[in-house]
Structures are given as structure tokens and as C-alpha cells.
């Protein structure tokens, strides 16, 4: 312990040389307060002269404990105590100074170790206690208790710590005594202690605990460190292991199952089922026993019982339990029987034991068979059925083929009035037969459950087309409006049945022209919920202006074979199998028509529907930049509003009006429209007089006034005159589709240069070209109506070729090897040697070499029909009754594709010359196909691009960004021998002053040829 001394008024300091040593300072070194100071931590330099300060002004002595830092760098913690002398001369300030850094540390330490005691109680289940018990007075008490008693007890520590009888107050009175005999005989041999025993809570419930200690012997008492354990939960586990063990001896002994113990030195136990299965009396029976002592020799498979039995057992090492079917014999008769064993390992007495438990399933087995012999004779009606259907639809639809095809020829010849008006009507009453065989076909099929969805990528705009343009001429032949509300932004390709959906979808649409008289008929298809995680939920809607359909009847109509009423049937016909034949294929995909209708205003049909969909890009077509703001005049609300959106969705200006009289009248006030929508049929001023007043009256020509005029398909014979002395450039049918809208916008203000811009389809002067080829055509048929029939469709449609007739598998044979053919017609249902077999003979004759083209002819009715044409080795497949136009294609696509393809391409090659330098493209890349094609596709994404990015920085006029877009899409058109575009892009990139006048005029031309390169891009493709 160190002193020091603070002489007033000078504050002159002095240490004593133990002060000096505890600062670690040199001999020389002289104390100034000062400097002093600066050995203290700077948290506590303040304290000390604030201390020091207090002590000389108002007399008061201080005791403070604080760090300092010794001249060495050691940290010390020090204990400065000082006062004030008033009486001595000078007065003076003194002191002692102590090194207490041992005691601090030591502290440290201590709290350290209470904080660890402290967390170890916390984490240690229970709680943790010391119990004293003094040998002079005979008092216990308990110095220590952890947290942990608060739960035990419901009590705090310091409570038991003040009142410790708290502890055994609570012990049930019949565990009391025991607990406290056992402490004093712990007590008596100073041993440690251990004890269960029970609680009551405060709510009265019963608690188990189990406590344990180890005694300290002290000068005049005893210490007991334990713990205290609450252990209910494991006395209930105990309890009920206890109570599940004697109602397991309890199911052992009187189950009627045969369960049986076994080691691998045999059978240990069982109960008295087994020895009845058995045929036993006794377990000294059965006991030391192998299982396979009381099996076959050999099971039904042909296997060793033995065997099966370890292979049984071995598989049951992988597994909790193992179930299997097995055959065991009776000891007193030698009957095998079939069984039912279910085996599980337990454990006995700390040993793994086998169980197994038999179940004599004799009984089971025989009603198996007899559910087997009535499946089979299930299965085998239900192929006669099949085969019931296809032979009744082949013998319908032999005769139905021969009237449908002759009188389709017939109205395609010369008649008088009342000739073709009798054979218009035997034609559609012969589709409308075909109908409700179809119908009743599918209604049958979906019953037996033969009918599955195939689904696979489809294009929905695609689709919903297609549906359109099958329903349209009906809808149009009873003036009805005919509207595909089909959003652009929903996904373009879903997975779905295209067949079935597409069936779905026409019967809707087929069932809204059938009872609406006037008005229109909507199909509409709008996305409800969207996830990337999830299907995309589809909502397809028809919606009609039809009859409508009462309350009371809206349900009847999804029954079979029923309509609204009986008035109804004998007023429009059919089956009344339709809408039940589409309810049926939504509920394979997991949805159900649903209806909403008010009599004598229309219904809505609808249905939601969960498909896989994947991202389409936008749909492609160069706009030309002039196309701004167009004018829709349409008498019919929703056709107006689904144009409108169209336009929209290329950021182009509509205004729409519903009649010919306010078109005129926006006209004649001056605004201007750079394209205008009109429409055929509206009221009082309809779209053919409409057009001629804006050409006639309001002196506008094509160039100044585009005008496309929308008509239904009836409308074209009519139509077609008037359009050029109007000169109307554009005519689109109902319902409008998207792309085919697109297009006629893109292609309007090129329709001038028709060699540039007119479709690649059309380059062929004359289609029919294809045809005049000589070809050799085998044709199979044992029908004489419907060999007359496709010989004359053959002879129209290949007037040079020669059609070779057989009237059975094996005579076609026999014409085949005489004569190899250009292409096969090939019927199914044939005597002596039928369609399948006849292709399977065929394709082995050619043993794979240059395959003949074989076109089935079927009815098409059953299951997997298609499949196994396709399995017979067939190529194609067409269902009966047989059109011209489907022989057509079929020749088409089999024979004539490959030399179509060769004339494209060479009368390709002179439109592509100016625009793109494809020999150049070609030394390149070096002739890589697959490359140009990349190239090529990359490039016209980029275009696509551009006109989107060039309109927006002609818009702020921003002409260094224009000239920057036209340097990069320069670069582009050069990289794929683009000549014509590269050439007036960089034009446009180097025009010196541009003016908004100049820069649009170029703008065009790019507009344009970039339009031509999409138009030739099939031609590109095609030369690769």
C-alpha cells in the first residue's frame, strides 16, 4: 500500500516509493498532479479531479476504485483513498494508494462463474438445490435453489429459500414418510441420496419428481448438492408400456389371427389360433419348429419354402414390416392352404424376436377367382361391344360416305333450282345423321370409360380460329354476328387435347347459332388467375342473344338425351347428347360447364380451366409507323371494344362509331384517319354505301383514306366487284383474328407493289399445277359405293393419274408387287385380308426401303384405333365419310410437298435478290445452316425492336438517338446481308440537319422493307 501527499496552495505531489512502484515509474520521475493524471483510463480522469477537487474545497474524503495504465503499459486496477489536513502548515491533501487488481480480477472470475452456475441451472431440466441440514440443532434449510423450482412448485427460489417446509408440505401423505426414512438413513451412512415420490400441485393434480443428492460434510452440518426432476410424462409412458403389454398378451392370446414368436432357433411362442390353423392341440407342438417344418416343400412359384422364407426374413431387416402372401400346410390333415403373413420384429427381455401373424385367406382367394371369371366375362362383353360399335359404324357410315360424297359432287355440277335445292337438303340431312351417330359414338365411349385426353402444345389464337372459322358460315347464313373475344395478353401456347377441347368449344358455339335467331354469339377466352408455380386458369365463355332457357330447366339440359323441353326437340333437333358429351371430357380435365341464362335474352355458357401454359413472344408483325389513328365503325358494341384493344396493344389512336351516318359525319369535320374499319352489314347506311360517299362524296381515294372492309363469308361472290370500284384494299371475314388483323394493317400501305408484297402461298400461279404430275394411286376398298366414290375424287383431284383398284387385303398384295404406287388408300374393315394386316405386309415386302405413303380409311369410332394404324406401319389416317378436299391433302403432304417446295424455292430466288444477298450470308458463315437460321431469327427480333424504339425518339424528337438506333440497325442489316435495309438506315444515319419531315420519310422505307423481309423470311429459310 502506497502514500501520497498534495501540498497547497502550489498542488505540489509526492509518492512514496511503494506508490512509485505500483505506477512502475523511473527513479527520476517527478509526480506532477499534471502529469499524474494521465495514468488513469480516460473514463476516469474526470472522477479523480472532480474527488480530488471536492476533498480540498469542502473537506470531504473520498474511497474510489479506478484503472490506470503504469508507465510500462501494465493495466492495474488501484483502491485511492484520500482526505484533508486542515491543520497542518501549509494545509495539505494526503492519502494511500492500493493495488487491488488481483481482487478485481478475482471478482471477474467469481461473476463469471455465478453468470455459467446461473445458465447451467437455467438449461439443467428441473432444478438444482443444496440442502443443509444442521447436526447440533437438527434444522435443515436450503441456502441455494435454482430457477428451475418455479416450475416444479409453482413457487419462487427465494420462497423456498425463506420457508423450506414449502418442499415437503407438498409430498402426498402416503409417499411422506418413505422420502423422509430414506434421508435419514442417507443421513445416518452419508451416502447419496436418490427418491421418487409425488406432488400435488396447487390445482390438486398429482405430480411425480425425482430428486437426488450428494452430501458435503462440513464443521457442524451436512451438505447435499442435488436436483429435482419433474417426471410425470415418463411415468405415463411407463404406464401405459405397462398397460400395452397386457393388452398385447391379452390380443396375443384371444386374436383370431394366428400369430406365432420365433428366434432363429424356431417358434418360442404362439397362440391358440395358431394351433387351430394349424390343425394342432398342443404348443409342444409347434415349439422349436422352423416355419418351413409346417410348409410345402415347394410354393407355388416353384420356389423351396425354405428358401422364401430367409429370403422373407433378410428383406425384413430393410424394413418396420413386411407383408406378403404365403402357403402353409395343416399338420393334421398335410392340406396346404393360402395365407395372409404380415411379419414385424419386436423385442423380448432385451432380445429381437420375429412376429408373425397369419390369416387363412382361403375364402379371399376363391372369391378372387370369381371376380377374376366375371372381370374376364366383363372385359370380353365389353370387346364385343367395342367391337359391336366399330362394326355398326362402319356399316353406318359405308352408305352414309357413298350419299354425302355423290351429293357433294352433285351440287358442285350444273342443276336447275329445285335440283339443287332437293340435293342441299339430302346433303345436310346426311351430315345431320352423321352428327347423332357421332354423338351417340362419344356418348358411348366416354361411358365405358374408353375415351383419354392426349394433350400437347397448341397455339390458343390458333385454335380459337380454327373453332371460329367452323362455326362462322352457320352463324353468318342467319345473319348473326359472330365475335372471337380472345385477349392478346394472355399466353398463346397451353397443353391441352386440342380434339376434345376444340369438340367442346364447336358444340357451344354450334348449340348459340342453333337457338339464336338474331343478334350475336361470342367466344371469349380471358385468363383468371396467373402464378408462375401454378397452371394458368382459363376461363372459356359463349354467350348467344338467343332464346335463353328457364330456371327450372337450366339443370335438365345437362342430362342425357334431354333438351329444355319436348316443344324444344321437335323444334330444333338433335340428340340432346351434346352439351352432356362436353360436360363429360371437361370433367377429365377437371372442370364443368357452367350457365348463366335469362329467357329471351341470350345465356352464357362457361367453364374454368387449369392448363400448363408457356411464354409466347409478342405477336410479330411490322406496323408501319404512319398507322396512328383509325377509325372503327361497327354497329355491334363488342366488336367495336375488341378492335379497339387490338390497336391498342400496338399503342395505336381508335375512335370508334357505331354507324355509317357518324363516320361520315367525323369524316366531314375534318379529323383525320390514317385507316378506316368499316363494317358490312350495320343499319340505314350500311359499309358498301358508306365507302362510296367517303370515295364518291368526300373525294378521299385509297391513298389519302385506306379503308378494310369487315364481311361475313357469305359475303365474298358479292363483294368481291365492288371492293375494287371502291378501291377497298383489304377485306376481312368475322370473326376478326388477331394476326390476320395485324397483317392487313402491315401490309395496306404496300399493296401497291403486289409483286414485292403479295403472301409467298400465292407465288404459284395456279395451284391445281401441283396436281397435273402422273402418279400411280392403290386404292383398297371392299364398299363398291365408296370405290366409285373415291375413284371419282381421285380423278378429279389427279386427272393424269392412274388409279389401281383392289377389293381386299391379299389382292392388294398382289397389285403392290405387280406395280410399286406413288401413294396407298387403304380401308380397315376387309374381307379375306383386313387394313392392319395388309400394312404390316406390305411394310415387310419393302423392309424399310423408301416406304410407300399408306393412308388409312376407317371409321374412326374406337379407342386406340388410330394408334394401331400408326403400329401397323401406316402413314396417315382419314375418317369416313371421305372428302375430296381431305384426299387432297393427304396427296398433298405425302407426295407433292417436297416438289411444292422446290418450285417455291425457285421462283423465291428473283424477289430475294434486291433485299438479301444470300450467297454472301452463305461464304460467311460457312454454309452452317443451323447459324444463318439463328442469324436470322436474331436479326428480325432486333427489327421488331427498333420500330418500337425509333417511333419513341421521333416522338421527342431526340435526333441523336435516332441517328444512333440507325447506326446500330445498320450494323445488323449488314450482318446478314440485309442490303437494301443496311443501305437506308445508313441514310438515315447520315442525314446532316434532320428534320422530322426528312426522318419519317426514311422511317417509312424502313417500315417497309423491313415489312418485305418478314414477308420473305419463309423464302430465306427455304434457300438455306
Not at 160 to 165: V, Y
Not at 1002 to 1018: D, F, M, S, Y
Amino acid at each position: 500500500m502506497g502514500g501520497w501527499e498534495l501540498t497547497l496552495p502550489d498542488r505540489a505531489l509526492y509518492w512514496n516509493e511503494i506508490t512509485r512502484s505500483i505506477f512502475e515509474v523511473e527513479p527520476e520521475f517527478s509526480p506532477a498532479l499534471e502529469k499524474s493524471v494521465n495514468f488513469y483510463t480516460p473514463e476516469y480522469r474526470n472522477i479523480l479531479m472532480k474527488s480530488l477537487d471536492d476533498c480540498i474545497s469542502n473537506h470531504k474524503s473520498f474511497d474510489i476504485e479506478m484503472e490506470i495504465i503504469t508507465q510500462k503499459g501494465a493495466k492495474k486496477w488501484l483502491r485511492l483513498i484520500g482526505k484533508m489536513d486542515t491543520e497542518s502548515t501549509p494545509q495539505k491533501a494526503y492519502g494511500v494508494v492500493q493495488d487491488i487488481t488481483k481482487v478485481k480480477i478475482a471478482e471477474a472470475e467469481a461473476k463469471k462463474s455465478t453468470l455459467l452456475l446461473q445458465k447451467l441451472s437455467s438449461q439443467v431440466p428441473g432444478s438444482l438445490y443444496l440442502y443443509e441440514f444442521s447436526e447440533n440443532t437438527g434444522k435443515f434449510s436450503f441456502p441455494y435453489v435454482s430457477a428451475g423450482i418455479s416450475e416444479i412448485y409453482e413457487v419462487t427460489p427465494e420462497k423456498i429459500i425463506q420457508n423450506p417446509e414449502i418442499i415437503f408440505n407438498r409430498i402426498i401423505p402416503e409417499d411422506l414418510q418413505r422420502v423422509i426414512d430414506s434421508m435419514k438413513l442417507a443421513q445416518d451412512a452419508f451416502t447419496p441420496w436418490e427418491q421418487e415420490f409425488r406432488i400435488l400441485d396447487s390445482k390438486g393434480n398429482i405430480k411425480w419428481l425425482s430428486a437426488a443428492s450428494t452430501p458435503e460434510k462440513t464443521e457442524d452440518s451436512s451438505l447435499w448438492h442435488g436436483y429435482l426432476q419433474d417426471i410425470t410424462k415418463k411415468k405415463e409412458i411407463e404406464n401405459e408400456i405397462t398397460n400395452s403389454e397386457k393388452k398385447f398378451k391379452s390380443l396375443f392370446d384371444f386374436s383370431s389371427d394366428a400369430i406365432f414368436l420365433f428366434t432363429e432357433d424356431g417358434v418360442i411362442d404362439c397362440n391358440d389360433a395358431a394351433l387351430k390353423l394349424l390343425g394342432m392341440t398342443a404348443k409342444t407342438q409347434i415349439l422349436g419348429q422352423n416355419p418351413a417344418d409346417f410348409s410345402p416343400e415347394f410354393q407355388p412359384n416353384g420356389q423351396k419354402s425354405i428358401d422364401a422364407i430367409h429370403e422373407k426374413l433378410e428383406e425384413l431387416t430393410n424394413r418396420e414390416f413386411y407383408n406378403f402372401e404365403f402357403v402353409h400346410k395343416r399338420y393334421d390333415t398335410g392340406e396346404n392352404f393360402p395365407c395372409d403373413i404380415l411379419l414385424n420384429t419386436i423385442e423380448l427381455g432385451g432380445k429381437k424376436v420375429v412376429q408373425s401373424v397369419i390369416r387363412d385367406i382361403t375364402a379371399r382367394k376363391e372369391t378372387e377367382a370369381h371376380l377374376l371369371r366375371a372381370r374376364e366375362q366383363a372385359e370380353a362383353a365389353s370387346r364385343s361391344k367395342s367391337e359391336f360399335l366399330a362394326n355398326m359404324s362402319h356399316e353406318i357410315r359405308t352408305p352414309l360416305n357413298g350419299v354425302i360424297g355423290f351429293t357433294d359432287l352433285l351440287l358442285r355440277t350444273q342443276l336447275d333450282e329445285t335440283q339443287r335445292q332437293y340435293m342441299s337438303t339430302v346433303h345436310q340431312s346426311a351430315n345431320a345423321l352423321l352428327d347423332i351417330i357421332n354423338d351417340i359414338l362419344d356418348f358411348s365411349k366416354i361411358e365405358a370409360g374408353k375415351l383419354e385426353l392426349a394433350p400437347e402444345k397448341i397455339d390458343l389464337l390458333e385454335l380459337g380460329g380454327q373453332v371460329a372459322d367452323m362455326i362462322k358460315f352457320q352463324a353468318h347464313r342467319k345473319d348473326l354476328e359472330m365475335l372471337l373475344n380472345i385477349s392478346p395478353l394472355v399466353n398463346r401456347f397451353i397443353h391441352a387435347d386440342p380434339v376434345r377441347l376444340r369438340q367442346v368449344l364447336v358444340n357451344l358455339l354450334g348449340n348459340a347459332v342453333k337457338f339464336t335467331q338474331s343478334g350475336e354469339i361470342e367466344l371469349k377466352v380471358e385468363v383468371l388467375s396467373s402464378s408462375s408455380n401454378n397452371p394458368t386458369l382459363f376461363r372459356f365463355s359463349v354467350r348467344d342473344t338467343g332464346v335463353g332457357i328457364e330456371p327450372k330447366n337450366q339443370q335438365k339440359i345437362f342430362e342425357a338425351f334431354s333438351q329444355e323441353d319436348a316443344s324444344t326437340t321437335r323444334r330444333f333437333g338433335g340428340t340432346g347428347l351434346g352439351l352432356t358429351i362436353a360436360n363429360k371430357l371437361l370433367a377429365l380435365m377437371n372442370s364443368k360447364l357452367q350457365l348463366e341464362s335469362t329467357p329471351g335474352k341470350g345465356s352464357i355458357f362457361y367453364f374454368d380451366v387449369a392448363f400448363e401454359t408457356e411464354q409466347a413472344g409478342p405477336i410479330k408483325t411490322n406496323l408501319p409507323l404512319s398507322i396512328q389513328k383509325v377509325l372503327i365503325v361497327d354497329d355491334n358494341d363488342t366488336n367495336r371494344l375488341i378492335i379497339h384493344e387490338m390497336l391498342a396493344l400496338k399503342q395505336i389512336q381508335s375512335v370508334c362509331v357505331k354507324s355509317g351516318i357518324e363516320a361520315l359525319d367525323k369524316l366531314k369535320s375534318g379529323e383525320k384517319f390514317d385507316v378506316v374499319l368499316m363494317d358490312y352489314h350495320m343499319p340505314y347506311l350500311d359499309g358498301i354505301e358508306t365507302s362510296r360517299n367517303i370515295r364518291k362524296k368526300l373525294a378521299l381515294d385509297a391513298d389519302q383514306l385506306p379503308i378494310i372492309l369487315l364481311s361475313s363469308s357469305s359475303d365474298d361472290d358479292s363483294l368481291q366487284q365492288i371492293c375494287q370500284e371502291l378501291s377497298i384494299q383489304q377485306k376481312l371475314v368475322k370473326p376478326i383474328k388477331i394476326q390476320q388483323f395485324y397483317d392487313s394493317l402491315a401490309t395496306l400501305h404496300a399493296s401497291k407493289d403486289t409483286n414485292l408484297y403479295r403472301p409467298l402461298d400465292n407465288l404459284v400461279t395456279n395451284q391445281d399445277e401441283y396436281f397435273q404430275a402422273k402418279m400411280d394411286i392403290l386404292l383398297v376398298e371392299d364398299n363398291p359405293v365408296n370405290m366409285l366414290l373415291a375413284t371419282t375424287f381421285l380423278n378429279k383431284i389427279v386427272p393424269n393419274g392412274t388409279v389401281v383398284k383392289a377389293h381386299n387385303g391379299a389382292e392388294a398384295l398382289l397389285k403392290f408387287q405387280e406395280k410399286r404406287p406413288d401413294i396407298m388408300f387403304l380401308d380397315i374393315q376387309m374381307p379375306v385380308m383386313n387394313g392392319y394386316e395388309t400394312a404390316t405386309a406390305i411394310r415387310k415386302l419393302e423392309d424399310g426401303k423408301n416406304p410407300v405413303p399408306i393412308i388409312a380409311l376407317t371409321a374412326g369410332t374406337v379407342v386406340g384405333e388410330k394408334e394401331r394404324c400408326l403400329e401397323a406401319g401406316m402413314s396417315d389416317y382419314i375418317t369416313k365419310p371421305v372428302l375430296k378436299v381431305t384426299i387432297q391433302k393427304m396427296i398433298e403432304k405425302w407426295v407433292l410437298e417436297q416438289p411444292k417446295t422446290e418450285i417455291l424455292k425457285a421462283q423465291s430466288v428473283e424477289r430475294l435478290g434486291v433485299h438479301f444477298d444470300k450467297n454472301e450470308l452463305i461464304e460467311r458463315t460457312g454454309a452452317n445452316g443451323e447459324l444463318i437460321i439463328q442469324l436470322l431469327d436474331l436479326s428480325f427480333e432486333q427489327t421488331d425492336s427498333f420500330l418500337v424504339e425509333i417511333q419513341q425518339a421521333i416522338l421527342v424528337q431526340d435526333w441523336d438517338l435516332v441517328q444512333s438506333l440507325a447506326h446500330k440497325l445498320k450494323g445488323t442489316a449488314y450482318s446478314v446481308s440485309f442490303l437494301k435495309l443496311g443501305k437506308i438506315a445508313g441514310e438515315l444515319e447520315e442525314i446532316k440537319e434532320p428534320t422530322l419531315e426528312k426522318v419519317q420519310e426514311l422511317i417509312q422505307e424502313l417500315t417497309q422493307e423491313i415489312a418485305c423481309l418478314g414477308a420473305l423470311k419463309p423464302a430465306m429459310l427455304l434457300l438455306n
